[in-house]
């Protein structure tokens, strides 16, 4: 934990309605126990009775969805309008369809396979079959109408692992397929409004790799190539249902309107009033299909009020308090009063719920609980509201009054996860804490504990995932414990907050008794996870200390005592980083972005100090990282950064807050962009900007603020 001097303490995917190709693959699971992929697309149409058919396009749209309850895949899309005579020529090639959080099934994905040739001259000529190497089995087009057969789709074979589910239904022809794709914590959600195709592979366009993973360029009509740790082409929904838009914590933000020419144009949208009573400690987030389907967003502030906001007005849509906040800790330190809901909620879009963690109390903190709210109108959920305070993990009982929940909620395949550290001032015997509860019936939850005093989890970037379960992040042993316990510790938990002990599933420094003297806590900052393309590991945890280390980790062994694989310095030693990192791809490759409050290491030329870095990560046996730019924050509030790119890779920005005003700056150079004339206040350290639409909003004390292009 920090001391009093340095502060405070510490997507779902619906399918857009118009042709898309590419996306990013932000984390990837390895269980194969969710339906696969869908059907290819159906055979094209014949304009005049009795004429043959056009061609049908491939299988293999579909690629593996990970673990989940969800059901996954996508659903082909029409064929186009064929011509009055025989049969046309080759099928479109397929493209893979992976879940941007939780999906994908391992970090070699096969791209979509060669389309099937037609029947030529027949008069009932259907598109014949074509077989597709890419993931997912069999898919069944869609009937064609107008005179032409039934295009049946190739199969498919490959993808990223064997069982992933029975065969996907094509959209029927002429209306355009829509999409099923599991959401977070392997919810579905359907989109492809409209009537709109959802189009893959199409002409050879661009299906780009996940964070972490490489451009890959489909080839017409002999399918995409291999994208190590990439996703394939998918539209990406504009929700933004967790902190940093992914479970992966990538901060990664499609917005195909906002390039850098646009970007330069940005100024407040005067006509989004966006208020309400209280403080706000946590990011916003949206969704996109609200009430009546108009979009929301969300604030929540430490008096426990859960506030949803129109998208367009600004004005409350509906505001659900979740009990008295407490006035202070009661434990004999802390800095936040009130101190109620102080971390982000995570929605489920496809049950509509939110869900909301903060204290309850008068005068002190008397439980802590844990909301499941509706995103219609804030009723709260059968079930919940889950008192936290009756935890125990073996013999450790929860102790009420110094735990503190700062860390932002996770969801994943089900399961919610909530971290606990402790209060600034380290006061009390709080323990670092996380609870898993089967969100499907609250009454299945599990606990965590450190088997230390201290060691907490209070990072407000929250806990990272790659699919299984979450990755996260402990602080100092408060009792200065001559044993190691889980102070200064990466671990993971799965199932119902499950740790199981071995190397693979923790990591610690050497150094660990020291930085638990001097306070230098590895949990000063929140875990993100990102796929490396050619590196060797392929995938790793990123996590930076306090003292400024950064420490890439093999994600699938994350090495025992000082088994990183990299430890890269970024800033010098001391109270040098609390951050929440994000991290995105251009055509230099992988970055991961962070804040620093002191003692920055940047390239000479760039400012130091307390700044916004990007550390670029070239593949390597092992990585060689190395710091490519530094650009200047200001003010008293050392905020975090977020990116958007227009395809998942061109045009990247790193957007952040800085002295109240937004600032975006080129992810490839950190060449200034944008400075905002206007300014939006009461903007809380840690906290990091959304995009939506085209627009960058940001929450502050009492407020939201947006931005776009004018």
Request: hydrophobic fraction near 40%; charge should be negative; charged fraction near 10%.
């Amino acid at each position: 934990m920090p001391r009093q001097s340095v502060g405070d303490l510490r997507d779902q995917r619906s399918l857009m309605g118009l042709l898309v190709v590419g996306l990013t693959l932000s984390c990837s699971s390895k269980d194969a126990t969710r339906p696969g992929g869908g059907g290819g697309a159906s055979g094209n149409l014949a304009t005049t009775a009795g004429a043959g058919g056009g061609s049908g396009s491939a299988g293999g749209n579909g690629g593996p969805i990970g673990a989940g309850t969800g059901t996954g895949g996508v659903l082909g899309a029409a064929g186009d309008s064929a011509s009055a005579t025989g049969g046309g020529a080759g099928g479109v090639a397929g493209s893979l369809y992976i879940d941007t959080d939780v999906g994908g099934a391992s970090a070699t994905v096969s791209g979509g396979g060669a389309g099937g040739g037609s029947a030529a001259g027949t008069t009932a000529g259907g598109g014949a079959a074509g077989t597709a190497a890419g993931g997912g089995a069999t898919g069944v087009a869609g009937s064609a109408a107008g005179g032409g057969g039934t295009g049946v789709a190739g199969s498919a074979s490959g993808g990223g692992g064997t069982g992933f589910g029975a065969a996907g239904t094509g959209g029927v022809a002429g209306t355009g397929g829509a999409a099923v794709v599991a959401g977070t914590g392997g919810a579905a959600v359907v989109a492809g409004t409209g009537g709109a195709a959802v189009v893959a592979g199409t002409g050879g366009a661009a299906v780009v790799a996940g964070t972490g993973g490489a451009a890959v360029v489909s080839t017409p009509g002999t399918g995409g190539g291999s994208g190590t740790g990439g996703g394939g082409a998918i539209a990406e929904t504009q929700s933004v249902l967790e902190r940093n838009k992914h479970a992966s914590r990538d901060g990664a933000f499609l917005q195909p309107t906002l390039t850098r020419a646009r970007a330069a144009l940005i100024s407040r949208d005067m006509t989004f009033v966006g208020t309400f009573a209280g403080s706000m400690f946590a990011s916003p987030l949206y969704l996109d299909n609200g009430p009546g389907g108009k979009g929301l967003f969300f604030a929540v502030t430490t008096g426990n009020d859960v506030v949803a906001l129109d998208e367009t007005t600004g004005a409350v849509t509906w505001m659900k308090n979740i009990g008295s906040s407490p006035q202070s800790s009661g434990a004999g330190c802390g800095s936040i009063h009130p101190i109620g809901i102080l971390s982000t909620p995570v929605i489920d879009a496809q049950t509509r719920t939110i869900y909301v963690a903060g204290a309850v109390g008068a005068a002190t903190i008397g439980r802590h609980e844990i909301h499941a709210l509706s995103v219609d109108d804030g009723s709260e959920k059968a079930g919940w509201p889950i008192d936290v305070s009756t935890s125990t993990a073996g013999t450790v009982m929860f102790n009420v009054m110094p735990q503190n929940q700062r860390s932002a909620l996770s969801l994943v395949n089900g399961i919610l996860y909530v971290a606990y550290g402790g209060h600034v001032g380290d006061c009390g015997p709080y323990r670092g804490w996380v609870i898993g509860i089967n969100t499907a019936d609250p009454t299945m939850r599990g606990a965590w504990a450190t088997g230390g005093v201290g060691e907490g989890i209070w990072a407000a970037g929250g806990m990272a995932s790659d699919g299984n379960g979450v990755f996260f992040m402990t602080g100092n042993s408060t009792v200065g414990a001559a044993t190691h316990m889980d102070s200064e510790q990466v671990a993971r938990v799965t199932g119902l907050a499950t740790l199981t002990r071995t190397d693979a599933n923790i990591y610690y420094p050497a150094t660990w008794r020291s930085m638990d003297t001097t306070d230098a806590d590895l949990g000063s900052s929140s875990p993100v996870f990102i796929r490396l393309p050619g590196a060797a590991p392929a995938s790793y945890v990123v996590a930076i200390s306090k003292d400024g280390h950064m420490f890439l980790l093999n994600s699938n062994n994350l090495g025992g005592m000082n088994g990183h694989v990299v430890d890269f310095p970024v800033a010098a030693s001391g109270m040098s980083i609390h951050t929440v990192p994000a991290a995105y791809t251009t055509a230099q490759g992988v970055h991961v972005t962070l804040s620093t409050d002191s003692g920055a290491m940047c390239p000479a030329g760039m400012p130091s100090g307390r700044v916004i870095m990007s550390v670029l990560i070239p593949p390597g046996a092992p990585p060689v990282p190395r710091a490519v730019w530094c650009a200047a924050l200001l003010g008293t509030e050392v905020t975090s950064p977020i990116t958007t790119t227009t395809d998942g890779s061109s045009d990247a920005i790193v957007w952040y807050m800085s002295a109240n005003k937004l600032v975006g700056v080129d992810g490839d150079t950190g060449a200034a962009i944008v400075t905002s004339a206007d300014t939006c206040t009461g903007v809380r350290r840690w906290t990091s900007p959304i995009a939506v639409k085209g627009r960058v909003v940001v929450g502050g004390d009492g407020h939201l603020c947006s931005w776009s292009p004018h």
